[in-house]
């Protein structure tokens, strides 16, 4: 049994696992790149080892480079994290190969559920619904989905083959913008993932996207964790996650549930893992993708449950048992999470790059925040815009909602911009609150000026602490000139010097 | 004393500074207690006892407040200052060539014009790529390429000329 874990991942989800190892008294060893010499996962491991320059592909993406570094330093166990290395079925095999443990599920079932066609044909044989689309007709040429598109008919989407987090994505509305979208679409994922191979998709209007995160052992025994709802995106990058959904009722959480098990069954799966779903209004659900790994929003699922998701995956990595059966689990509360990105909602999203000069984290009760990014950080380029999560837990959604507010107007980021402004108007939406919202909403319906529209403005102490602003800087300008001017003249001054220096 | 006419999202308030405690705002005084907190840009309004934490960016043009979620954008000028903008015919000039600079350091996916071309305001300049996502970043106005300083592939900072629109 392992008693030293290498982490290969950084940022928050780094510093996460690294909570977990101490939590179970196991050894941690992390890698970094040259941009993170001072990042909190590095400082928080009992050992830590350089993998190369900040680019990914020369460092989080080296494979070799990291087993090699397990091996030397003793590490019985790699844990991907999420991104980066996470999903590659190669890099699973190759640890496997050295010898050591992968904490997360076997290589067969990576590769298996990594190529979504692969996927789709797995989980309709084990007869769980798909959404109609190219599944499992291997890769098409423009020509051939141009053919198949208005059989699956319009919207529909192009998603990327080796694809995720919405990176080569495209919706097309009509054939005769087709031809572009897809020449678009191939670049993106070729940039992204080496492969330019995509598929079609019916796109589903007024579709939730609703997970159920599943917990899996070596002795074959697969439980859930409930749903968790995931509609508020923009451009399909999740921006705020809870749990439970309020669209969710117990007999579709019981369906959605006995379904995801059955799909991680199908491909013998091991560890943690997330089947997604879309839900249209009338309740019927389709498997979106499986994601073989730790979620992003995993903590949400962790405070309605109470179960660690990350000790259940180390455990499962050991051999043992899970600790919970389906019995055990319940929902308690509401908890919400907020990705905190490094984007500026007053314009269109743009990334904000820059030195972090000062960070106020909220806290109080029920406020959990997993960040990688403290005082004095850098947020680069090279890396994802998410600078944390927060996440609270309420007693009812109505609770957490009201939490949440008082949680984001705490946090303060200073050095760069950030979208709290965004989660707060969030938070002040009528649609939210009521629980009325679809995939579409963030970049449909929602207008942050409309919701800041009918609310109290406060001008007139804008005005205040504008023109105090100004004020104080002339001053100070004026301030600087006057102490330039001496009260003698400079002879006298000069001679003063000369009788110092002497 | 000072004053200042300061416009909040094209509202304009008269602001008299009298004194380190006092502000009248359009005829109205105030007593005021502002500092700066826990470290630039956050500071601390306390006005006739009410409490405010507000962020404040400096732009080259303007002064944006983020205060309770809203970000309102203000100019901040004095009675001199006033006067010579009145005299220049104020408002925003839209001739000589708009330079379009990287809004982030990144990597150029495409260009998507080339020198000389017509451009339509919001029509795709060109691709960058930053924090793995690809931003489209575009005309602000109508016109004609002028001179492109970066090809796809190249690595830029932050504030870089990318091209400029005449």
């Known amino acids: ?502 | 004393m000072m004053i200042y006419i300061t416009t909040i999202d094209g509202k304009e308030f008269l602001v008299e500074i009298i004194d380190d405690r006092h502000v009248s705002i359009d005829g109205k005084i105030v007593e005021v207690d502002f500092e700066s907190v826990e470290s630039q840009p956050i500071f601390s309004l306390i006005v006739d006892g009410k409490s405010y934490e507000a962020y404040v960016y400096e732009g080259e043009e303007d002064i944006e407040v983020l205060l309770k979620g809203q970000l309102y954008h203000s100019r901040v000028e004095d009675e001199r200052e006033r006067r010579l903008r009145a005299a220049s015919g104020g408002g925003v000039v839209e001739s000589g060539p708009y330079h379009l600079k990287a809004p982030m350091p990144g990597l150029v996916v495409t260009v998507s014009v080339e020198e000389g071309q017509e451009i339509k305001k919001g029509g795709v300049l060109l691709i960058l790529e930053s924090m793995k996502m690809q931003n489209e970043l575009k005309s602000p106005r109508d016109g004609v390429i002028g001179r492109i300083l970066v090809g796809a592939g190249d690595s830029v900072e932050q504030r870089q000329k990318l091209l400029s629109v005449e």
């Open chain 1, 1 to 502: 049994m392992f008693t030293k874990v290498l982490i290969a991942n950084r940022g928050e989800i780094a510093v996460r696992i690294l909570r977990a190892c101490r939590e179970l008294g196991i050894k941690t060893v992390a890698v970094y790149s040259e941009a993170d010499r001072q990042a909190m996962h590095v400082r928080y491991a009992t050992e830590a080892y350089l993998l190369g320059p900040a680019p990914s592909s020369e460092s989080y993406l080296k494979g070799d480079k990291i087993i090699e570094i397990a091996l030397k330093s003793g590490a019985g166990a790699i844990h991907p994290g999420y991104g980066f290395l996470a999903e590659r079925s190669d890099f699973a095999q190759a640890v496997e190969d050295a010898g050591l443990e992968f904490i997360g599920p076997k290589p067969s079932a990576i590769a298996a559920m990594g190529d979504k066609a692969i996927a789709r044909e797995t989980v309709t044989k084990a007869g769980v619904p798909v959404v109609p689309g190219t599944e499992g007709t291997g890769n098409l040429s423009d020509e051939e989905l141009l053919t198949l598109a208005p059989e699956i008919g319009f919207p529909l989407l192009i998603k990327a083959t080796a694809g995720g987090g919405g990176k080569g994505m495209r919706e097309v509305t009509n054939l005769e913008e087709m031809p572009l979208l897809l020449e678009s679409a191939r670049r993106e994922s070729k940039s992204a993932f080496g492969d330019d191979n995509v598929y079609l998709e019916k796109l589903i209007l007024g579709a939730r996207h609703i997970e159920i995160q599943v917990l899996a052992d070596k002795f074959g025994n697969v439980i859930h964790l409930n749903e968790r709802e995931c509609s508020l995106q923009r451009r399909h990058q999740k921006l705020l996650e809870e749990a439970p959904s309020a669209f969710v009722d117990e007999d579709l959480r019981q369906r959605m549930g006995d379904v995801a098990v059955k799909a991680a069954e199908a491909v013998e799966y091991e560890s943690a893992g997330t089947i997604e779903f879309l839900v249209d209004k009338d309740k019927s659900f389709y498997f979106l993708e499986m994601n073989t790994r730790l979620q992003v929003e995993h903590p949400i699922t962790e405070l309605v449950t109470g179960v660690d998701i990350v000790k259940e995956q180390i455990r499962i990595a050991r051999g043992r048992k899970l600790s919970f059966s389906q019995d055990d689990i319940q929902i308690n509360g509401a908890a919400i999470e907020c990705r905190i990105n490094a984007e500026d909602p007053h314009n269109n999203f743009m990334p904000s790059t820059g030195h972090i000069s000062h960070v106020v984290l909220p806290t109080g009760p029920g406020i959990r925040v997993d960040t990688g990014v403290y005082t004095s950080s850098e947020i680069t380029p090279y890396y994802d815009s998410m600078i944390s999560k927060l996440i609270v837990w309420g007693e009812t959604r109505a609770q957490a909602i009201l939490r949440m507010r008082r949680a984001l107007e705490e946090y303060k980021v200073v050095g760069v911009r950030t979208n709290i402004p965004f989660h707060q108007a969030m938070m002040d939406s009528h649609p939210f609150m009521g629980g009325q919202f679809d995939t579409r909403f963030v970049e449909e319906v929602f207008s942050m000026e409309e919701i800041t529209e009918g609310k109290e403005t406060f001008s007139e102490v804008a005005a205040i602490i504008a023109t105090l602003v100004q004020h104080e800087q002339t001053e100070r300008a004026a301030h600087v000139v006057r102490r330039n001017v001496r009260d003698t003249s400079n002879w006298k001054w000069l001679s003063r010097w000369e009788r110092l220096s002497k």
